[in-house]
């Protein structure tokens, strides 16, 4: 069922990033961010944090790490800017924080591959841990059978980390999975000093999936700890041993949503399936029923819901006795669409 919904993005929204359960931030592909305030459905911030599309938003610490199609990244407190540095930005592919230290972005000199920075704090600096680091090489060179007569993977389009490894989709449908070794630094002591040295970050392969090749894949998630996936193609693939294909009736799988034991998975289209319901937000017209358009969907999350102490006010702000998750989907239009799911 449809609560609420939050207008005042004027371009198709790019990321949803909830802060809690009264706060939420927006963006959108002009590179506006607005921090809602969910009880008034009203914006409590609103500023331009990039010149193009933001791709990412992530929470770090107290701040906000923002990537975008302008080939930036930047670090915020609220909407003050902290620190910024120039990144590889492609059309799909987001970034992703490692154990709140590291973060993986595509590389700058090759869009197949993958750069990672320590972020330190205090003041804020970053330091480049693995330059242009090649999935596809590692794969070729322990010459798995599924990629003879293949020269690449194409671009980076998706990363999603799950524990310890990082799955990284690509152009091509391939889904690598890296696991990653932060070695402890050594210390050495002389008579007059004592020196910290810094071993190198270690990428080890651990998992190589062609099952949605040859489409480009657009979606990663985890259900219980197991890799979830989706392409430009009608299927969801869990990454269990051995997997699990489901085959779908639309194509473009935009987002996947674990909630409970089973998925919601809301497509380019703008249709959303769960278990028990699919979901269509259409734009009337004038003329007949039949004549209404669908809006396309382009991000989809979960806002848990808080704990029991809270429940009062959730209840309050969902304006239902009885309280449940809330699905928020952003749509080209610029709206957000929060939904109940049972």
Same mark, same amino acid.
């Given at each position: 069922?449809?609560?609420?919904?939050?207008?005042?993005?004027?371009?198709?929204?790019?990321?949803?990033?909830?802060?809690?359960?009264?706060?939420?931030?927006?963006?959108? @592909?002009?590179?506006?961010?607005?921090?809602?305030?969910?009880?008034?459905?009203?914006?409590?911030?609103?500023?331009?944090?990039?010149?193009?599309?933001?791709?990412?938003?992530?929470?770090?610490?107290?701040?906000?790490?923002?990537?975008?199609?302008?080939?930036?990244?930047?670090?915020?407190?609220?909407?003050?800017?902290?620190?910024?540095?120039?990144?590889?930005?492609?059309?799909?592919?987001?970034?992703?924080?490692?154990?709140?230290?590291?973060?993986?972005?595509?590389?700058?000199?090759?869009?197949?591959?993958?750069?990672?920075?320590?972020?330190?704090?205090?003041?804020?600096?970053?330091?480049?841990?693995?330059?242009?680091?090649?999935?596809?090489?590692?794969?070729?060179?322990?010459?798995?059978?599924?990629?003879?007569?293949?020269?690449?993977?194409?671009?980076?389009?998706?990363?999603?980390?799950?524990?310890?490894?990082?799955?990284?989709?690509?152009?091509?449908?391939?889904?690598?999975?890296?696991?990653?070794?932060?070695?402890?630094?050594?210390?050495?002591?002389?008579?007059?000093?004592?020196?910290?040295?810094?071993?190198?970050?270690?990428?080890?392969?651990?998992?190589?999936?062609?099952?949605?090749?040859?489409?480009?894949?657009?979606?990663?998630?985890?259900?219980?700890?197991?890799?979830?996936?989706?392409?430009?193609?009608?299927?969801?693939?869990?990454?269990?041993?051995?997997?699990?294909?489901?085959?779908?009736?639309?194509?473009?799988?935009?987002?996947?949503?674990?909630?409970?034991?089973?998925?919601?998975?809301?497509?380019?289209?703008?249709?959303?399936?769960?278990?028990?319901?699919?979901?269509?937000?259409?734009?009337?017209?004038?003329?007949?029923?039949?004549?209404?358009?669908?809006?396309?969907?382009?991000?989809?999350?979960?806002?848990?819901?808080?704990?029991?102490?809270?429940? @009062?006010?959730?209840?309050?702000?969902?304006?239902?006795?009885?309280?449940?998750?809330?699905?928020?989907?952003?749509?080209?239009?610029?709206?957000?669409?929060?939904?109940?799911?049972?």
């Amino acid at each position: 069922m449809r609560v609420f919904a939050l207008r005042a993005h004027k371009s198709p929204i790019t990321y949803i990033l909830p802060l809690s359960e009264d706060y939420i931030l927006t963006s959108d @592909q002009s590179g506006v961010i607005i921090k809602w305030n969910l009880p008034t459905k009203r914006p409590a911030l609103t500023w331009t944090a990039h010149t193009d599309s933001v791709l990412t938003m992530l929470k770090w610490h107290l701040y906000i790490i923002t990537h975008s199609r302008d080939s930036t990244i930047k670090i915020w407190l609220e909407d003050k800017l902290q620190y910024e540095f120039p990144v590889n930005a492609l059309n799909f592919s987001n970034v992703v924080l490692f154990q709140d230290r590291y973060l993986i972005t595509p590389a700058t000199t090759d869009s197949n591959n993958i750069d990672i920075y320590r972020l330190n704090d205090g003041p804020i600096s970053i330091t480049r841990e693995v330059a242009n680091f090649s999935p596809y090489d590692l794969v070729h060179n322990l010459k798995f059978d599924d990629i003879q007569g293949r020269k690449d993977f194409g671009i980076i389009m998706k990363m999603f980390i799950i524990d310890n490894v990082l799955y990284i989709g690509f152009e091509s449908g391939d889904i690598i999975g890296l696991n990653i070794t932060l070695p402890q630094p050594s210390i050495t002591q002389s008579v007059t000093s004592t020196s910290i040295i810094n071993k190198d970050v270690k990428l080890r392969l651990q998992y190589h999936n062609s099952s949605h090749v040859p489409n480009p894949i657009i979606s990663l998630a985890a259900m219980n700890s197991t890799l979830v996936s989706g392409s430009t193609g009608k299927k969801v693939i869990t990454h269990s041993d051995p997997i699990k294909v489901c085959k779908l009736n639309e194509s473009g799988i935009q987002s996947i949503v674990p909630h409970g034991e089973h998925l919601i998975v809301g497509f380019w289209n703008g249709i959303i399936e769960s278990e028990n319901e699919i979901i269509q937000r259409s734009l009337p017209h004038l003329d007949a029923e039949e004549m209404k358009t669908t809006v396309k969907l382009s991000y989809m999350c979960m806002l848990p819901k808080p704990e029991s102490r809270d429940v @009062q006010k959730y209840s309050t702000l969902i304006r239902r006795k009885k309280y449940r998750d809330l699905l928020l989907v952003g749509y080209e239009d610029g709206t957000v669409v929060g939904y109940t799911v049972n």
